[in-house]
């Protein structure tokens, strides 16, 4: 559900996460910007603002711990070809997740 910036840092520090920075966009202006489907959808957006990848996390569509490790993790491959300077090998990849709901 929807919150507001301060219980998103209150959020994260609960969970244990420390995410360099947090997007809240309740009008989904930035999700329809860049297609956002689902949720999680995952986005590696270069320094110069041109978008490097976009899809799901990795290649198993699973929420179990189990598939974790069996699983090409998709975002962590982009940063690696990205800090090489390679051609991503996977550039976009199907995104999964609950499906986001847009008001209009």
């Not at 957006?45 to 990795?58: N, T, V």
């Not at 598939?67 to 690696?80: C, G, Q, S, T």
């Amino acid at each position: 559900g929807f919150v507001d910036g301060a219980t998103a840092q209150k959020l994260n520090a609960d969970r244990g996460a420390a995410p360099t920075a947090t997007l809240l966009d309740p009008s989904g202006e930035l999700g329809k910007l860049y297609g956002a489907q689902t949720t999680p959808h995952m986005y590696v957006i270069q320094a110069d603002g041109r978008l490097a990848y976009k899809g799901g996390i990795d290649s198993i569509p699973s929420a179990s711990k189990a598939d974790i490790a069996r699983a090409d993790n998709y975002v962590k491959l982009a940063f690696a070809d990205l800090a090489a300077g390679r051609k991503l090998a996977h550039a976009s990849t199907k995104p999964y997740g609950c499906s986001i709901k847009y008001a209009d």
